[in-house]
């Protein structure tokens, strides 16, 4: 069995009056994530992972910040196009494990929604994705609530259907 393992990381700032998406899901809150997209650092920690497993660049190798077109964009282009890229490669995922570390909002009654939300828009089983959430405990930007982080390690194995 053809295994590859991929590892992504994102960070973003908060600011007030922004939007805040974290794996496709809307966070009610009074503070929301500054981004060129729609800053979901869920979905850009996943991306990566997937390109890294694949040795095909990061994010922004696709989607350069500098790109005028891919402002305010909703993150699910690009988990659609390092999809795209997976299955070019014959490749499927076979587990996504998420960290998310922020000080507020408390992320727990959104982490089923989160999973839920992702299994549908990668289409694997709910059951392979986890979603966790940490703070710093008040240290550092993110404890001061000024920034967002979120890890994504996945593995990737060969897809002989496809
Ligand atoms: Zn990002």
Known sequence: MKIKVGHGIDIHQLKSGEDFYLGGVKIESDIGI???SDGD????AVVDAILGALSKGDIGTFFPSSDPSIKGVSSKVFLRKALDIMID???KINNIDI???LQKPQLSSY???IRKNLSSLIGIDIETISVKAT???YLG???KGEGIMSTATLLLIK????
Request: proline share 0%.
């Open 141 to 143: 930007f993110i404890g």
């Open 34 to 36: 500054v981004g060129h």
């Open 89 to 91: 490669n014959k490749y």
């Open 135 to 137: 703070t710093t405990d």
């Open 99 to 101: 960290n998310v570390v």
């Open 41 to 44: 650092v869920v979905i850009h």
């Open 111 to 113: 982490i089923y929604s």
């Open 159 to 162: 897809d002989h259907e496809s």
